[in-house]
């Protein structure tokens, strides 16, 4: 999933930088259409923070730490960055190990249990 290519579609320029909160590694600003992402993340890390910088981008949030707009961006990172056929393919090779399945997808492992707990709730519909 080419992440950037997303940002430009949604009209979001993306910056680094080291002048964020401590506590945080992105935020996105709709005033701006911009999304910051701490300079230095590993490669995992920065993939992750932008899908979910990207879920407040798609949705337009323009307040930051609510939890509740902090989960709907966490699934949506989780359903961008996660198919059901990668999903499968990884839990085939490794099988229900989150951390394997995180390392075989390129992806953090709250955006594995993230993903999980989505379709599991979908499992149980």
């Not at 999933?1 to 909160?21: Q, S």
């Not at 401590?22 to 701006?32: A, C, D, I, S, T």
């Not at 910051?36 to 323009?62: F, N, P, S, V």
């Not at 709907?72 to 490794?94: F, G, M, T, V, W």
């Amino acid at each position: 999933m080419d992440l950037d290519k997303i940002a430009e579609l949604f009209g979001v320029r993306v910056a680094e930088t080291n002048d964020l909160d401590p506590e945080w590694n992105g935020m996105y600003l709709h005033h701006r259409r911009l999304i910051l992402i701490r300079k230095g993340l590993d490669h995992w890390k920065h993939r992750t923070i932008l899908a979910h910088e990207l879920g407040h981008a798609y949705y337009r949030d323009e307040v930051h730490g609510d939890p509740r707009l902090e989960k709907r961006a966490d699934q949506y990172a989780s359903r961008l960055l996660i198919s059901e056929d990668a999903y499968r393919a990884a839990e085939h090779l490794h099988g229900p190990h989150p951390g394997a399945i995180a390392h075989e997808l390129g992806v953090t492992l709250d955006v594995v249990k993230t993903w999980c707990d989505i379709y599991s709730r979908i499992l149980t519909r």
